[in-house]
C-alpha cells in the first residue's frame, strides 16, 4: 500500500496546504500524483446510518467539495467508499 507524498492539494496542483488522506491508493505508473482506484474505508456508527463522503467546510483547500470528489478530480483514477454492511460504493 502506497501513499503518495507530496500529495495533490487540489486538482493536480502539489502545495502545503492540510493534504487529504485516502485510505488506499493504487498507482499505476512511477506518478506517485494520479492514481487508478482510491479507496477510503467507511465505518459508520451505528452501523444504520448510511455510509457517505466527508464535506469539508467553507474553508480551505477544499471548500465546498467532498472527499470523493477530491479524490477522483486530484488523483485522477476512480475514487470509492469500502463499507462493511454495503461493500463498495462509487
Not at 493534504?19 to 479507496?39: A, E, M, R, W, Y
Not at 483547500?61 to 462509487?90: C, D, K
Request: charged share 15%; net charge neutral; proline share 10%.
Amino acid at each position: 500500500m502506497a501513499r503518495s507524498s507530496p500529495v495533490p492539494c487540489a486538482w493536480g496542483s502539489v502545495s502545503t496546504c492540510s493534504p487529504f488522506k485516502p485510505d488506499i491508493v493504487l498507482h499505476g505508473d512511477s506518478n506517485l500524483l494520479t492514481s487508478v482506484l482510491t479507496l477510503d474505508f467507511k465505518f459508520p456508527c451505528p452501523d444504520t446510518n448510511v455510509p457517505r463522503w466527508t464535506s469539508y467546510g467553507e474553508k480551505g483547500a477544499y471548500a465546498g467539495s467532498n472527499q470523493g470528489r477530491v479524490y477522483n478530480e486530484a488523483l485522477q483514477g476512480e475514487a470509492f467508499m469500502v463499507s462493511p454492511r454495503l461493500g463498495i460504493i462509487p
